[in-house]
Every structure is written in C-alpha cells, then in structure tokens.
C-alpha cells in the first residue's frame, strides 16, 4: 500500500460483522483499538 510509505509503522486493524458506524456496530473492539493507538 502507498501509505506503507509515509507511515512505516501504521498497522491496518479491521472489525468484523462492522460497516460506517464502527463505534456503534462493534463498540467494544473499536474503543480497544482506539485505546491501543493512543496509548
């Protein structure tokens, strides 16, 4: 992917059974991810 470029250490995380409204659909698992990015 290009942004593999600008970013070397980005991760790609995806949320099963989740469209748009990741927050809502999948609240649990997204906030994990939300977390582990800002900590």
């Known amino acids: ?3 593999d470029h600008a970013f070397a ?3 790609l995380k ?3 059974n ?3 409204w990741l927050h809502a659909e999948q609240p ?3 906030y994990q ?3 582990e ?3």
Do not use: D, R, S
Request: proline share 5%; net charge positive; hydrophobic share 55%.
């Open 1 to 3: 992917m290009l942004i």
């Open 9 to 11: 250490k980005a991760e």
């Open 14 to 16: 995806t949320i099963p």
């Open 18 to 20: 989740a469209g748009h």
């Open 28 to 30: 649990q698992l997204f």
């Open 33 to 35: 991810f939300v977390n």
């Open 37 to 39: 990015f800002v900590k």
